[in-house]
């Protein structure tokens, strides 16, 4: 039981993060791999994942406004930002990638639109959420080991 | 008599008598020789062959004018014409003629004729003669099919009555034999029984002894003998008013069975014989022929090998059910035994879990109470609470143990570990019962023991801890000595266990340990029961507390170490010594740039279990790249990043251990990757280890990696702990497929 009303906040906003389907194990990994060497690692790779996946994103857009559609192309990108997501543990995202791949690969591009819309919501929301929570961290000072979530 | 008219006169007045009866005989002869030609014209013509023709035709001619003598004959009674006469002697002339040819032609013919009938005779002889010759022959043939026929009847069934009585029917119909019997050696071998006849429906079991002289003639002889129809084996049947046919008796070797396993046919070794009896009808006047007694004798050899295949068959038969019956009983106990190792099994199981739920429990519980706040009695009733629930738990431990290494299930731990911390801990944890014993334990460790060794640490030191324990427990006073050392090849064999060869190699040793005390000592006929689990000895001596499984497991625990474990005691009050001695593995030399094997007590979570391995990561994905960067620093490695093929293959040496790859990029063929590595480092030594890893959970994948020659494959999201084994399986194996 954390003692720190920051720290027990901090719990929580973690915990519904997961709850609520935003994050899976591989975050925890990565929280994992957090310690006195590397003490803010979790939020280098996000941060990281944000400038990378936002370059690969604004391909996509620009590929989406040319028609006809170049499927292997967007394919191509798609699949590069779903392995970042995939390596921050962004669960709605990947989701959301994934489907973008299979509308892809049926060469649907209805769907494909559909999906990209939906896709940067899920991004834009992750995104406010973990800058939150990183902020609220920096404020309860250094973390101690996660525990995992029942 | 006045005679103008040239007549001629007879000589005799013609009324007279004798005139008369001259008148009627010539008219009769005329009559005869003229009808004979004709008969024999109508006979020659009806015939087909007459050689004679000609000779016919002369007699024909000499019959008729000796017929036509005759007839003019007639008109010579009365008084006649000179013309009648003139006629008369022109036929009597002509009728001397050919009645000359005729006879001579006749001397010629006769003989010719007679012969005829002498070749006649000759050739009917002949005939005669073939024709019995023929039936000879015929009846050979026949007798000939007879014995083939009989053999087959007697070879087509197995049945030894059958065969038998197939024998003596077929003989007797072959043969015509008015009877026919079968006389079989007893039991004892000292009388022929009658065992089979052919007309008799139930034998009377007639005996005769065996030791007849007419019955060793017979015996001796492999051809069917004849024999007096008087004797007392051809008595079979009623004394008959006539005369009895021949007999003939022939020997029928019973071969036993163990007689087929010599090439040829065992002349004198058979000593059992029986004897077949074979009588011809009475009143025929019949003799046994040559081929009748072949006959015989051929179907006496057929009878006996047609015999031993009947025994053998028994024999076979008899071996089979009883087989079978085994088979089924052997059936029934493994079953029984499976049965009963599953109920054990259950048994354990269910129990283990049962008895391990409160243990914890209570050990758990205990412990945590020790960390509260106590008085001094409390605190001391809980360390009393503490050490019996240790005590327990291990005894729990103990019996899954024992039931895990009996099924052969239990596996050790092997590992790199120190051998004297072995030794010390094992001294610090046996260190307070023998100070408050006032018993002295000295611990004497070889030089020449390496420090460090390969084996199951923990269980090595269960061992240990059990002898060493029974020294103490079993000791009121003295001293103990435990001694260690390497065990030299000699000194390997113990008298009692002849089976047990060690031989030490270059990465084996065996160490020893003895462990001596003076304490009440062990009969020498309670050692081997010493073993066996929960025997206990009785009370006076080895009062043990204990359940009896320790030096049981500890037993288990040295087999499975390739070792062997004894005790030697003088008697009773003489102290005694354990001995056991194991298989360790040498460890290799301790090597920064190996990967050594970090003791697994001493691993835990969070520390380097790779210091300084240098790796290799390839990813093109920043975020992944950082993170798998993330993973391996936190195992302790020394992580180079490069973001493509040509940087990856640029920046590669012999320095690096592993290459990490990241082949689920679509159109980028890291494949290649492994291929070039492969023609960079031809030796495999210098190679590092090319791993990829991939999110793409297909066979093709893992195949086109095995095609390039990667040396493993790992599913992407990789976890710490997932990194960290694989890493380890990795260098200790080389290789590494993880099931996709």
């Known amino acids: 039981m954390e003692r720190n009303p920051i720290r027990r906040q901090l719990a929580n906003m973690r915990q519904s993060l997961f709850d609520q389907g935003y994050l899976d194990e591989q975050f925890i990994q990565l929280e994992e791999l957090q310690d006195d060497a590397n003490p803010n690692f979790v939020e280098e790779v996000v941060t990281l994942y944000y400038r990378d996946s936002g370059r690969i994103l604004l391909n996509i857009e620009q590929a989406l406004e040319r028609k006809p559609f170049d499927f292997h192309k967007l394919d191509g990108y798609m699949h590069q ?70 | 008599m006045e005679l103008n008219c040239n007549c001629i006169e007879p000589h005799l007045p013609p009324d007279d008598l004798l005139m008369k009866y001259q008148y009627i005989s010539d008219f009769f002869i005329a009559l005869a020789y003229f009808s004979i030609p004709l008969e024999l014209i109508y006979f020659v013509k009806k015939s087909a062959v007459f050689p004679y023709r000609w000779v016919l035709v002369q007699f024909g001619a000499f019959i008729v004018l000796c017929g036509a003598t005759h007839l003019i004959n007639l008109w010579t009674f009365t008084i006649h014409s000179r013309t009648v006469a003139m006629v008369m002697t022109t036929a009597k002339v002509l009728t001397a003629v050919v009645s000359c040819a005729t006879a001579l032609m006749l001397v010629h013919i006769i003989p010719d004729l007679l012969s005829v009938k002498t070749r006649e005779l000759f050739l009917k002889n002949k005939a005669a003669e073939l024709d019995r010759e023929m039936g000879l022959i015929r009846t050979q043939e026949e007798t000939g099919r007879h014995v083939r026929m009989l053999t087959h009847e007697i070879r087509s069934t197995l049945d030894r009555h059958t065969i038998l009585k197939t024998t003596l029917v077929e003989l007797g119909r072959t043969l015509g034999l008015e009877e026919c019997a079968l006389w079989m050696p007893t039991r004892t071998g000292l009388e022929l029984q009658l065992s089979y006849t052919l007309r008799q429906q139930n034998p009377v079991g007639y005996t005769v002894p065996i030791h007849l002289p007419v019955i060793n003639q017979v015996f001796s002889s492999s051809r069917a003998v004849k024999i007096s129809p008087n004797c007392p084996l051809a008595r079979l049947r009623p004394a008959g008013k006539y005369m009895p046919g021949e007999v003939v008796a022939v020997r029928v070797p019973l071969l036993h069975l163990t007689n087929f396993q010599i090439n040829d046919w065992p002349e004198l070794s058979t000593k059992r014989y029986a004897l077949m009896v074979l009588m011809l009808p009475s009143d025929s006047a019949r003799q046994w022929h040559v081929h009748e007694l072949e006959l015989v004798e051929v179907v006496a050899d057929q009878v006996a090998v047609a015999l031993s295949h009947a025994a053998i068959l028994e024999e076979s038969m008899r071996a089979r059910d009883l087989l079978m019956e085994q088979n089924v009983a052997l059936d029934l106990a493994r079953r029984e035994a499976e049965t009963a190792i599953r109920a054990r099994n259950d048994f354990l199981a269910v129990m283990n879990h049962e008895m391990r739920t409160p243990m914890h429990a209570i050990i758990a519980l205990s412990s945590l109470l020790q960390e509260t706040e106590l008085t001094p009695e409390q605190r001391l009733m809980v360390e009393t609470i503490l050490k019996s629930s240790n005590l327990l738990a291990t005894l729990i431990n103990d019996v899954l143990d024992l039931s895990r290494l009996e099924d052969g299930s239990l596996q050790l731990d092997v590992a790199t570990f120190n051998l004297y911390a072995v030794f010390r801990e094992v001294l610090n944890l046996i260190k307070p019962i023998p100070s408050v014993k006032k018993l002295h334990v000295s611990l004497n460790l070889a030089p020449d023991l390496p420090e460090f060794a390969i084996g199951d640490d923990k269980r090595l030191m269960q061992t240990i801890l059990n002898v060493v324990g029974n020294a103490v427990k079993f000791s009121k006073e003295g001293s103990i000595s435990i001694t260690a050392f390497v065990a030299k090849p000699e000194s390997l064999r113990d008298p009692r266990a002849p089976e047990f060869f060690p031989v030490p190699s270059d990465n084996h040793f065996y160490l020893r340990v003895q462990v001596k005390d003076s304490g009440s000592g062990i009969s020498p006929q309670d050692i081997p029961k010493l073993f066996t689990k929960f025997a206990q000895n009785q009370a006076p001596t080895r009062n043990s507390g ?64 790779f210091p300084g391995l240098k790796v290799l990561v390839m990813d093109e994905n920043g975020v992944s790249r950082m993170v798998t960067k993330g993973l391996l620093v936190h195992l302790g490695c020394d992580v180079t990043m490069v973001s493509s093929i040509e940087e990856c293959l640029r920046v590669v040496s012999h320095e690096h251990k592993v290459v990490l790859m990241d082949v689920c990029v679509p159109g980028m063929d890291g494949y290649e990757i492994a291929v070039r590595i492969h023609e960079k480092f031809p030796k495999r030594h210098e190679r590092p280890l090319i791993v990829a890893l991939t999110g793409n959970t297909d066979k093709v994948t893992k195949e086109n990696c095995m095609r390039v020659g990667m040396d493993g494959v790992i599913l992407k999201p990789v976890s710490l702990d997932k990194m960290r084994s694989v890493l380890s399986d990795l260098l200790e194996h080389r290789v590494l497929f993880e099931a996709i």
């Not at chain 1, 791949?101 to 209805?110: L, V």
């Not at chain 1, 609220?136 to 101690?144: D, N, S």
């Not at chain 2, 500890?554 to 194991?582: P, Q, Y």
Request: aromatic share 8%; charged share 25%; glycine share 12%.
């Open chain 1, 81 to 150: 930002f779903k392995g970042s997501s995939s390596s921050i543990g962004a669960k709605k995202v990947k989701a959301e990638s994934t489907l973008f791949r299979e509308y892809c690969k049926s060469g649907n591009g209805e769907g494909c639109m559909r999906t990209f819309q939906q896709l940067k919501r899920e991004y834009a929301t992750l995104r406010k959420k973990l800058e939150a929570y990183f902020q609220l961290a920096r404020q309860a000072g250094p973390m101690e080991t996660a525990c995992r979530p029942k």
């Open chain 2, 546 to 609: 204990g359940s009896g499984l320790g030096l049981a497991i500890c037993k288990r625990f040295v087999n499975l170490m390739d070792g062997h474990i004894w005790i030697e005691s003088e008697g009773l009050g003489k102290g005694c010594t354990a001995i056991f001695i194991v298989k360790l593995g040498i460890p290799e030399r301790w090597n920064e740039s190996k990967i050594p094997f970090m003791p697994k007590a001493s691993t835990n979570h969070g520390q380097t279990a």
